[in-house]
């Protein structure tokens, strides 16, 4: 047999789909997408599915002959979409409300059709430059000092776990090359509002669940310094080492503000590490008025900041500063032969800053929402969102049979229903029962808090397509589901009427 011969045998690439299917496809998702972004608000907003509904619809098995697109895309309308709970809602008020706005949608298309993967420079130069590039322009945005450098990661969790790395290497170098077997305790502090990814994190760490220590809060759940600086004081009497602070700008539950410039104080004359997680609060950094809540924070080591929380990218786009990426670097850096690169030293690898060797082009989708939105178009919008917050914390306000249960800094209100002369237990179950009732209605989704022992309601507001009239209903509906009974008749007397009023 010829050369030539055994050539011709070879089978031709059996390919992707093919151009003209391609071409009527893609066509098809875009229009589909079009469609939902304008008219999410028919769907309800909470799936309303039964624990294993949805798997039970999906076709048992694998087809041995793949399936037209089109099949694909009808499945999707009929079966995934029941089990979809829709954050793009207008409606969706739970948790932190947040937007995967057209242009970062459009830039996810993109990024996700290139399919690059920024693990080096050279694996694609354009994924660390535009990375590098749009990461200074939200620092600036936000009012950050120059100092900061910024990688994306997938979550907040994530890049508070490399923040707190972090501060391991430089607070304990020995870890990196001895682990900490045979190492002093080293203690974390953070507020006992503080996200649990923080606790994660020291955990991963090694430092187990003792390794965080929580810091009591004020009357409105903000870190109290004088407490931090007490128990800096006890850790290191016994033999603790004190290594970093986790001060929070938006806490998960109420969204209250610690003290950063107090806190920070306090880290400098213990030499702890000062990471700040604005995973929520950050965006509102761009708005001058709010700049009082964000007093201090420029001097952390770290700051994470969620695009995929207030700053209207599809998830996931978390951002992590790092006063220095250098120190970052040093916690992370490990070359392999096979990775090694001409461009070392004249050019960024940003596996050097985390644990992923993969990098998504998570770059280009922020870049889009940025620049079309621009710096006055976010802050509008932001604004937009505490103002309707704001709002509906009068309205709360003036109920006499509803209180407000934290001051409002940003745009989540937190409330509870909690007429005078009821048992606190009764009105927990209340306000569980109106969380359901409302979640039920498909129309908004609501989560709920602990604080104080005490069930509470949250109202997040940070969609781009929420209306005030969305707001106003959404109080009407809580207010219209109070479930029957004596709660309705009087009002829980002699009680405190909000964390921060109670007599004496
Ligand atoms: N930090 C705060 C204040 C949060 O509220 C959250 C999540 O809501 C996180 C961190 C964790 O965010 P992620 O889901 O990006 O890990």
Redesign the pocket.
């Known amino acids: 047999m010829s050369q030539s011969e055994g050539r011709d045998r070879l089978p031709a690439p059996l390919g992707d789909m093919p151009p003209d299917e391609l071409e009527v496809s893609a066509g098809d998702v875009a229009s589909w997408i079009s469609n939902y972004l304008t008219g999410v608000s028919q769907y309800p907003v909470l799936a309303q599915v039964r624990p294993g509904e949805v798997r039970e619809s999906l076709p048992p098995d694998l087809p041995e002959e793949g399936e037209p697109f089109k099949e694909l895309l009808k499945d999707f309308e009929e079966l995934i979409l029941p089990g979809v709970t829709h954050w793009n809602h207008p409606g969706f008020f739970a ?2 409300s947040i937007t995967g706005s057209a242009p970062g949608v459009l830039g996810e298309m993109l990024a996700s059709a290139l399919n690059i993967n920024a693990m080096v420079w050279r694996s694609s130069p354009v994924g660390t430059e535009l990375e590098e590039h749009t990461l200074a322009l939200l620092r600036d945005l936000l009012g950050l000092p120059e100092e900061f450098a910024g990688t994306i990661n997938d ?3 994530s890049s508070t776990l490399y923040a707190l790395a972090a501060a391991r290497e430089e607070k304990m170098p020995e870890a990196w090359e001895h682990g900490l077997s045979g190492a002093s305790r080293g203690r974390f502090y953070t507020s006992e509002q503080a ?1 649990a ?1 923080v606790e994660k994190a020291v955990i991963t760490l090694g430092f187990g669940r003792s390794g965080t220590r929580k810091i009591p809060t004020d009357p409105e759940f903000r870190m109290i310094p004088g407490e931090l600086r007490r128990a800096v004081l006890e850790d290191l009497e016994a033999g603790i080492k004190p290594l970093g602070v986790v001060a ?1 700008l ?3 539950s109420t969204t209250s503000v610690d003290p950063v410039a107090e806190i920070s104080a306090i880290a400098r004359e213990f030499d702890l590490w000062l990471h700040v ?1 604005a ?2 609060g950050g965006p509102a950094a761009a708005v001058p008025e709010f700049n009082p809540l964000f007093r201090g924070w420029e001097e952390a080591d770290s700051i994470v900041v ?1 695009p995929h929380k207030w700053l209207f990218t599809p998830i996931d786009c ?1 951002v992590l500063y790092v006063r220095d990426a250098e120190r970052l670097r040093k916690a992370f850096s490990l070359t392999p032969e096979y990775l090694t690169t001409p461009e070392m030293g004249a050019a960024t690898n940003l596996m050097d800053y985390g644990i992923a060797l993969g990098r998504r082009f998570r770059s280009l989708k922020l870049w889009f929402v940025l620049r079309y939105f621009g710096a006055e178009g976010i802050r509008a919008r932001i604004r937009q969102h505490v103002a309707m917050a704001r709002d509906l914390a009068s309205s709360v306000d003036e109920h006499p049979d509803w209180v407000r249960v934290a001051p409002v800094p940003f745009s989540v209100v937190v409330l509870r229903f909690a007429p005078e002369g009821v048992p606190g237990e009764e009105l927990d179950r209340a306000n569980h029962e109106i969380l359901e009732r409302v979640n039920r209605t498909g129309e908004f989704f609501l989560s709920h808090t602990v604080l104080d022992g005490r069930v509470c309601l949250r109202v997040a507001l940070g969609n781009l397509r929420t209306r005030w009239e969305d707001v106003e209903r959404c109080w009407e509906l809580l207010q219209e589901l109070v479930p029957p009974g004596p709660g309705k008749e009087g009002r829980l007397r002699g009680a405190p009427a909000r964390r921060g009023e109670e007599p004496g």
């Open positions: 948790y932190f979550t907040a969790s996200h990814s929070t938006g806490t998960t997680d995973a929520y969620n978390s």
